[in-house]
């Protein structure tokens, strides 16, 4: 017995020298684990991850950090999560804002985010909605048209940055309407909210559970979605089509990706928390709360969809001549 043991043992040498690595992988993660979010804190992709980390720190035994890392349309923080070791500790946090409408108006990132990112899950549909700040005479977007006719030099917009969502939400706006509007871009949904409330702007697209807080408080006034249907879970707001601007939706995401060699056990671990978690009553009633919608995706239907939405964006950003300079 002992020498047949013995003689066994290089067979089970492999085996045993790969258990390491395929373990570390199962037992993934084994240590703190940050979500890099491309924008400020306080706009809606910093919200909807500082909502999956707790129940992740409970499912995991690890911390889910939340790492803002602001600027560039979020370009900045989409270059360091591309640039993280592909092992699972760096999660980055995207959106349609920087994972698809920044890269098509930016002309050459140096890289391709379809090929550089692999999702993990889709997690929220995030609608985009007008606001305006409530001094403004403005209850609806036929109001809004006719006072921005009335503006000598048109009217500013705010939005979360160049190439977001909100930013393509207000060139769609103008183009449909034929008004004079310019764009501020800032850096994220947060800063832009507090303009709005201090007067310093008095019209911002922006994301819904960014301002439903805010709008509920009387500080800002939400006057339509950008969204092609009523949000189910706000179904009192119209839609920016029902306020007279035909062939108009905008829609945002928020979604999970890592860098594209990170190993195939880490991203389905990670893509059956998503689904697990996104699938609780507390989490549910919380994203309604915030006027959210959980569309889980796995990884494979994540980055299908990344690619359809790069075709149906690449001729609206074209007709509508958006560009960084």
Known sequence: ????????????????????????????????????????PGGSNDIVARLFSPPLDSRTGQTFLVENRPGGG?????GAAMRARPDGQTIFVSSASNHVFYPLISGDLGYDVREAFRGMAMWVDVPNVIAVNPALPVHNVQELIAYIRTQPGGMSFGSSGVGSSNH?????????????????????????????????????????????????AGRVRIIAVCTGQRVSLRPDLPTVAEGGVPDYAVRSWTGIFAPRATPEPIVQRMSSLSKEILETPAMRARLADLGSEPIWMDAAATDNFVREEYERWAPVVRAAGVKIE
Do not use: C
């Open 74 to 78: 979020g370009s900045v923080g989409m």
């Open 168 to 216: 393509l939400a207000g060139e769609l706006f103008r183009m449909r309407t034929g008004l004079d509007m310019t764009h501020v871009p800032y850096r994220g949904g947060g800063p832009v909210l507090t303009d709005l409330i201090s007067g310093t702007i008095q019209l911002g697209f922006m994301n819904l559970p960014t301002v439903i807080p805010p709008a509920e």
């Open 1 to 40: 017995m002992k020498r047949r043991t013995l003689l066994a043992a290089p067979a089970l040498l492999p085996a045993l020298m790969a258990a390491p690595g395929a373990s570390a992988q199962e037992a993934w993660p084994t240590r703190p684990v940050t979500f890099l979010v491309p924008w400020a």
